[in-house]
């Protein structure tokens, strides 16, 4: 069955630090990434994606992600992180086609200033 | 243009009821899927809908169950409810282009506590 790996479960960093959360998935096949976040008391909402073509993604609040396939990787970086990024990080595959999502546990992160 | 919503937004039952939730997805959205979380498991896929047939579908029992309306509002059916069954319960509506993935927005979910 395809499985995804968070490697953090909790990550305290202070703002203007770097941030690199892990992600490992399980399937073989051809597969699409994303990564969620879920701010406090929020809905879950999409960061970034990557369906093919340049493996380095690039979403919103200055968030990217690299894809190594030969790693079954999507690791979640961001350069300088604000107090406002702190929340929950769930990475994501799409398999099996169409909608179905396979999460990973998620990472909550917490930024202090 | 409005989310996803979800009612109720919280609701208590007690073992052996059973409980529907519902879910209607933005605006010429036609696929619906639902999602359980839990603190031990996390976020699992329950099953998607998409023009009223269910596309796609996770490993839970035959007690939980869905439909789908001709406007694309969705329930969820959970049957002689367990302590377990205990969760956030979440709705995602997409586009649902067929073989493709689409940008999947999240309602705010529904919590489902069993006493």
């Known amino acids: 069955a395809q499985s995804v790996s968070q490697h953090n479960h909790h990550v305290i960093l202070s703002e203007a630090a770097s941030l690199e959360l892990g992600c490992n998935y399980s399937?073989?096949?051809?597969?699409?990434l994303f990564w969620y976040v879920q701010y406090p008391g929020q809905h879950l909402q999409l960061l970034l994606k990557?369906?093919?073509?340049?493996?380095l993604v690039k979403g919103i609040k200055g968030f990217e992600a690299e894809f190594i396939k030969s790693k079954f990787s999507f690791n979640l970086r961001k350069p300088s992180v604000q107090w406002s990024d702190t929340a929950e990080y769930f990475c994501a595959v799409g398999s099996g086609g169409y909608n179905k999502l396979i999460f990973g546990a998620g990472t909550r992160l917490a930024v202090h200033p | 243009k409005a989310g996803v919503t979800q009612t109720p937004r919280y609701l208590i039952k007690t073992r052996g009821q059973q409980v529907t939730l519902s879910c209607s997805p933005i605006s010429g959205h036609r696929s619906v899927s639902w999602y359980q979380q839990t603190p031990g498991q996390g976020l699992q896929f329950l099953f998607e809908y998409f023009s009223e047939t269910q596309r796609n579908k996770g490993n839970f029992p035959g007690r939980f169950s869905g439909r789908q309306f001709s406007n694309s509002r969705s329930e969820m059916n959970v049957s002689t409810l367990e302590l377990g069954d205990s969760a956030l319960y979440l709705c995602a509506s997409s586009l649902g282009s067929s073989g493709s993935y689409n940008e999947q927005f999240f309602g705010p979910g529904t919590r489902l506590t069993v006493l």
């Open positions: 399937y073989g096949g051809t597969v699409n």
């Open positions: 990557y369906f093919s073509g340049d493996p």
